[in-house]
């Protein structure tokens, strides 16, 4: 069955660096999302993406959050200076479609990256 | 800012029983709702869905509640079995792609 795949599934960092996550989305699928979880919290929306440009994003994905599909296969969330409150399970989601109101094009989760910034 | 809510951080239930989860959401424009089960180390997983224009949408064990007015949701697992056991999630959308998620209850289904 296919899956979304994630690498790493931890990371540790200092501040200030960056990062890179990385997830290799469902291979049919058109629709890319980043979604974070700090421990103990509500599942966030970061971003959307979409035919290589981003279709929505949250209030968190400000200017030190980046995302990229660079190879055709691979979708990547760069963080540029890491702060200690970025630290979080950072899940990749992969859909068919754009979800809409008359249906629902499921989105695949990968496992998710634990990001931990000291 | 919470639009959506789970209260119950954690239910336990015997197997064979109901189990209830519930989820408040604030914003009236919300038309979309969805439950998500979430095993350790893995992602959640979609479960079931309900849009606006219906009050109830069952999938074999699962059924979920939509209560507009209350602007409630519920999700009933009828009967709990102990791979049921997981965090479960409700999410809601309005317009665009966003889902916002609520905090998530933890369910015990004990042998």
Redesign the interface.
């Known amino acids: 069955e296919p899956e979304?795949t994630q690498t790493p599934s931890h990371q540790v960092t200092q501040m200030g660096q960056e990062v890179i996550l990385r997830c290799v989305p469902i291979s049919n699928h058109l629709?890319f999302?980043w979604?974070r979880q700090i421990l103990?919290?509500?599942?966030?929306?970061l971003v959307?993406f979409y035919n290589n440009e981003i279709?929505?994003k949250?209030e968190i994905f400000d200017d030190q959050f980046s995302v990229e599909r660079p190879d055709g296969s691979n979708f990547t969330l760069k963080i540029r200076s890491t702060k200690l409150e970025d630290s979080a399970m950072y899940?990749c989601?992969s859909s068919e479609g754009?979800?809409s109101?008359?249906s629902?094009n499921?989105?695949?989760?990968?496992?998710?990256t634990r990001l931990t910034v000291l | 800012d919470?639009q959506?809510k789970q209260n119950s951080p954690s239910l336990s239930v015997q197997e064979g029983r109901i189990s209830i989860l519930n989820c408040d959401y604030t914003n009236s424009m919300f038309?979309?709702f969805?439950w998500?089960k979430k095993y350790p180390?893995?992602?959640?997983?979609?479960l079931i869905?309900i849009?606006s224009i219906k009050d109830k949408n069952e999938d074999g064990r699962f059924t979920v509640f939509l209560n507009k007015s209350a602007k409630h949701l519920s999700l009933h697992i009828v009967p709990s079995q102990p791979g049921d056991s997981a965090v479960y999630?409700c999410?809601a959308?309005g317009?665009?792609?966003?889902?916002?998620?609520?905090?998530?209850t933890s369910l015990t289904v004990i042998p």
């Not at chain 2, 317009?95 to 998530?104: A, D, E, L």
């Open positions: 979304v629709y999302y979604y103990g919290q509500k599942v966030e929306f959307s279709s929505e949250s899940f989601a754009p979800p109101r008359s629902y499921e989105q695949f989760f990968g496992p998710g | 919470q959506v038309d979309y969805l998500y180390a893995e992602g959640p997983t979609f869905s849009s999630f999410a959308s317009t665009g792609n966003q889902f916002y998620f609520g905090t998530g």
